[in-house]
């Protein structure tokens, strides 16, 4: 019984000292924001905006859900998308900071209304007009001239949500949604994708075709470090460094987690956070699904490990009192 | 001869050997803490040479300069003077090393307010490197600047520099 | 020549060789142990138990360390963690194992200060535990700049800058005769010097140390024995007859092995279910997720805090200008150093049994706990405020604690 009562003493104090310097102390550090549900109506942008932004926020936010109740044309559509696709295509190089993603899974991975808010204003939608206050223009800003009425947002974005929706990896949805930005090493992803298969000169030992490619990567990110203030960081292990919630929220809302960062909203959808958080997993935390399977047999272990050594005390102390 | 003379011959040669073995000992510690010192590559890093014209007032630049981050900082009108300032171009300029000095963490800035606030223990700088709150004991260190026209060479000591060091403005 | 007989069997020919009878004797058979103890005397056994963990998963994670600042942070977190067949189980079982050991320790410091286990001819046993652990905090110091991750290297820097104090051209940086923090670095700021030489203080030169004075730990408790939970002064020699002669019920003590050993592995089995438990499902609070980060000597990290073990000496030395925190700090790595000179009564009990000690001891500890939570919280406000009172409190403890001694009356 004593045992027992000074076993309880050791784990009150040491489950304060726990609760002290882990949930506590973080959530003294760390601001709680909350996820709106990935929907995208831009409550939080005009709730953060300053004053003279208010009134142009809310009103362009009105017009996007007008535009979203209209019944869009998937056929008429084609014809928009055919215009996208003159910078929206394979191996187009850097345009006005990033490379232009891939839209091959646009539907599928991105929201419906954030697309619609894209179409209509790039800088507004991804909320960084911050940015480009002065005489840098979004690189997608020439996009409101050629879908300029309503009607024909609402059809290029029914295109999309109907032939580009198709089933999507991980990987995939990280290269079309992130990959532009942030490269992951551990997925062995740069800006500019995989690196191809070299091979080095036998008698030099050098790999031209190698270092030609690496050199066009580090070109690469100067042009988009030019353009973002800083080299977004690399995200192979973001995983373990970050929480699963503050991920999810920053990609929802850059600006609710990091107010002022040049990271632009980039809309994804249920599924394409979900794919995009499950690769974000596999590059930093490898591990997880062997721990959950390894776990319960080594506690298993030692909760029978346990068992046999108390039996073995007892038959020793048996005959002491 | 006595056991007692035998005993203080052993005592003095004992004695002799352990000193001699002491001498050996220091010159091995010796050549130990050497081993320890910043090898000749690491000192001479070299000079960096900085272009302040491209700095925007009120907006701190943060550059390299012997792996530690240097600070410039383009002060507005509105913004105090100070005896620390460099005046290039006719623009003031404070420059310094932008790591506290309390315990190395580097400091943020705040246009808002003109100063710098280090996360690590609290402690603040106006914006010209002054402690407005403790514990750091020091302002932040200016590094040896020598003015070439618009540029500055960081680690090389100009008259500039020599002035404010004789004045005790540097740390 | 000794005079050598032929063996009849390995357990003669070893004796005659070794001693292993006597070995036996004195280690486990005949080493006395009393019998009033509780589970708190089992600490020990586990901590030797965690130091074995730790290295053997060290071992292992060595195999594949590159101690390299370029390449350090992507040995351990890729190669380790995603190539090498259980990287990760041996990298997680480290960084727990470093942070329980902690736990441990502080239990294990505890319990010898409330049953007042360091005097009456065990003060050798407290200053040779209080070396270990300063060994085992230089250590996990050490450790913890290896996976040169942000955490790694600002932790590295704050600590290091404390000797800016003893540099006459820090800002000059002529180096002519580099400055104590510079020399310690090897460089202006934490760089592949200093990463090196840290690599060899962490796998090395510490380990060595640890080694050597656990062995002195288990010398210095084997003439005096081990305190019991009463205090009582046990005639060891009395009882061990008593227990030789067949009268266990009767004698106040038990050999080391097998009857106290069973109950050390029954609570080490306890221990490890815990201890696995934290590997595979709650390991944060050892591994910060701040140094998955990769090191950059231009960017601090919003919040710089040390591991929880290094909180409560690190928020001593905060609230204070920077000479004076680093006095502090070397204050209260030392003071525990002092106990047994400082507690001037010569009553072996516990605390419950000593008056004003028992409060002393109790404070001690919350404040202890105190310091550890706002070494943690950002500086600011009423953190600081209660942080400092925290401060002000453990120096009056460590001043009162030999008035408050010397007015206990003896037993």
């Known amino acids: 019984m004593r045992e027992l009562k000074i076993f309880a003493v050791v784990a009150i104090f040491s489950g304060i000292l726990y609760y002290g310097v882990e949930p506590f102390a973080h959530g003294q550090m760390h601001k709680h924001v909350d996820s709106n549900g990935l929907v995208y109506d831009g409550k939080a942008d005009i709730a953060e905006a300053s004053k003279d932004k208010k009134e142009a926020k809310t009103k362009f936010w009105a017009e996007v859900a007008e535009i979203a109740k209209l019944k869009g044309d998937v056929a008429a559509g084609e014809g928009g998308y055919a215009m996208c696709m003159g910078c929206h295509m394979d191996g187009i190089p850097n345009m006005g900071g990033v490379v232009p993603p891939s839209l091959e899974h646009a539907g599928a991975i991105y929201d419906k209304n954030y697309l619609i808010a894209l179409v209509k204003d790039p800088a507004m939608a991804s909320n960084v007009d911050h940015k480009y206050a002065d005489t840098m223009m979004h690189p997608m800003g020439s996009v409101g001239s050629m879908f300029p009425t309503p009607q024909s947002i609402a059809d290029v974005v029914a295109y999309l949500q109907a032939k580009?929706?198709?089933?999507?990896?991980?990987?995939?949805?990280?290269?079309?949604?992130?990959?532009?930005?942030?490269?992951?090493?551990?997925?062995?992803?740069?800006?500019?994708?995989?690196?191809?298969?070299t091979k080095s000169n036998i008698m030099t030992g050098y790999d031209v075709e190698g270092m030609k490619f690496k050199q066009k990567v580090a070109e690469e990110q100067a042009l988009v470090a030019a353009y973002m203030g800083k080299l977004p960081p690399d995200l192979s292990i973001i995983y373990r460094a970050r929480s699963h919630h503050f991920l999810e929220t920053l990609i929802e809302n850059p600006q609710g987690q990091l107010a002022g960062t040049a990271m632009p909203r980039v809309g994804l959808n249920q599924n394409g956070m979900d794919k995009v958080m499950k690769y974000l997993q596999e590059t930093g935390d490898p591990s997880k699904p062997k721990r959950e399977a390894l776990g319960p047999w080594v506690i298993g272990f030692f909760v029978i490990f346990t068992i046999l050594a108390y039996l073995w005390k007892q038959a020793h102390w048996r005959d002491l009192h | 001869m006595s056991d007692k003379s035998s005993e203080r011959r052993q005592f003095i040669t004992g004695l002799g050997l352990a000193g001699f073995t002491g001498l050996g000992a220091i010159g091995a510690l010796y050549a130990a803490k050497r081993s320890w010192d910043p090898l000749p590559s690491v000192k001479s890093a070299g000079f960096t040479t900085i272009d302040v014209s491209p700095a925007k007032e009120n907006q701190l630049v943060v550059e390299k300069w012997r792996g530690k981050p240097i600070f410039i900082l383009k002060k507005s009108a509105e913004m105090k003077k100070d005896k620390r300032d460099l005046v290039i171009g006719g623009a003031n300029y404070h420059i310094s090393i932008g790591l506290c000095t309390h315990l190395g963490c580097i400091p943020s800035y705040r246009p808002d307010s003109h100063d710098f606030l280090c996360a690590c223990h609290g402690g603040e700088f106006d914006a010209s490197g002054n402690v407005t709150k403790s514990p750091p004991p020091s302002p932040l260190v200016i590094p040896p600047f020598k003015i070439d026209g618009t540029k500055l060479v960081l680690g090389e000591e100009g008259p500039e520099y020599k002035k404010l060091k004789d004045a005790g403005l540097t740390a | 020549m000794a005079h050598f007989k032929?063996?009849?069997?390995?357990?003669?020919?070893?004796?005659?060789?070794?001693?292993?009878?006597?070995?036996?004797?004195?280690?486990?058979?005949?080493?006395?142990?009393?019998?009033?103890?509780?589970?708190?005397?089992?600490?020990?056994?586990?901590?030797?138990?965690?130091?074995?963990?730790?290295?053997?998963?060290?071992?292992?994670?060595?195999?594949y360390y590159i101690p390299d600042t370029k390449l350090a942070f992507d040995s351990v977190n890729y190669i380790t963690m995603?190539?090498?067949?259980?990287?990760?189980?041996?990298?997680?079982?480290?960084?727990?194992?470093?942070?329980?050991?902690?736990?441990?320790?502080?239990?294990?410091?505890?319990?010898?200060?409330?049953?007042?286990?360091?005097?009456?001819?065990?003060?050798?046993?407290?200053?040779?535990?209080?070396?270990?652990?300063v060994l085992f905090s230089a250590e996990a110091f050490s450790g913890y700049m290896l996976p040169w991750g942000q955490m790694s290297y600002w932790a590295g820097m704050v600590i290091t800058n404390l000797f800016e104090g003893?540099?006459?051209?820090?800002?000059?940086?002529?180096?002519?005769?580099?400055?104590?923090?510079?020399?310690?670095?090897?460089?202006?700021?934490?760089?592949?010097?200093?990463?090196?030489?840290?690599?060899?203080?962490?796998?090395?030169?510490?380990?060595?140390?640890?080694?050597?004075?656990?062995?002195?730990?288990?010398?210095?408790?084997?003439?005096?024995?081990?305190?019991?939970?009463?205090?009582?002064?046990?005639?060891?020699?009395?009882?061990a007859a008593l227990w030789k002669a067949g009268n266990k019920k009767e004698s106040k003590v038990i050999p080391f092995s097998p009857v106290f050993l069973s109950k050390d592995v029954f609570v080490l089995g306890v221990y490890f279910i815990l201890f696995f438990y934290l590997v595979f499902?709650?390991?944060?609070?050892?591994?910060?997720?701040?140094?998955?980060?990769?090191?950059?000597?231009?960017?601090?990290?919003?919040?710089?805090y040390p591991e929880w073990y290094f909180l409560w000496s690190y928020e001593i030395l905060r609230p204070f200008s920077k000479d004076l925190g680093l006095l502090a700090f070397i204050f209260a790595q030392g003071i525990f150093f002092a106990l047994p000179f400082l507690d001037r009564s010569p009553n072996v009990a516990p605390a419950g049994r000593r008056g004003l000690f028992n409060i002393w001891f109790w404070i001690l500890l919350i404040d202890c706990i105190i310091l550890t939570f706002m070494g943690k919280l950002p500086p600011e406000g009423i953190w600081n405020v209660i942080g400092f009172w925290a401060a002000i409190t453990f120096f009056a403890l460590w001043i009162a604690l030999p008035i408050i001694t010397m007015l206990e009356k003896k037993k």
């Open chain 3, 6 to 63: 032929k063996a009849n069997s390995l357990n003669e020919w070893m004796d005659q060789r070794l001693g292993v009878n006597t070995l036996k004797k004195v280690m486990q058979s005949e080493y006395w142990i009393p019998k009033d103890i509780n589970f708190l005397w089992a600490m020990g056994m586990v901590l030797a138990a965690t130091f074995g963990i730790l290295v053997v998963s060290g071992i292992f994670l060595l195999m």
């Open chain 3, 166 to 239: 003893f540099s006459p051209d820090f800002a000059g940086g002529a180096l002519n005769s580099p400055a104590l923090v510079e020399w310690i670095r090897g460089d202006y700021v934490p760089d592949q010097a200093f990463l090196g030489r840290f690599f060899m203080l962490h796998v090395f030169l510490m380990p060595l140390m640890i080694i050597g004075v656990i062995v002195l730990h288990f010398g210095t408790l084997r003439l005096p024995h081990v305190n019991n939970q009463e205090g009582a002064d046990i005639d060891f020699d009395e009882a």
């Open chain 1, 164 to 197: 580009k929706a198709g089933d999507v990896t991980p990987k995939v949805a990280y290269e079309e949604a992130c990959m532009r930005c942030h490269a992951n090493r551990y997925g062995k992803l740069t800006h500019l994708g995989t690196a191809p298969v």
């Open chain 3, 82 to 133: 995603t190539e090498v067949g259980y990287g990760w189980l041996w990298r997680h079982v480290h960084g727990i194992g470093a942070s329980l050991v902690f736990l441990i320790i502080y239990i294990h410091m505890f319990t010898g200060i409330y049953y007042g286990s360091y005097k009456r001819g065990r003060e050798l046993i407290w200053l040779s535990g209080m070396l270990l652990f």
């Open chain 3, 281 to 304: 499902y709650n390991f944060s609070f050892a591994m910060d997720p701040v140094n998955f980060d990769p090191a950059d000597g231009l960017k601090t990290p919003a919040h710089i």
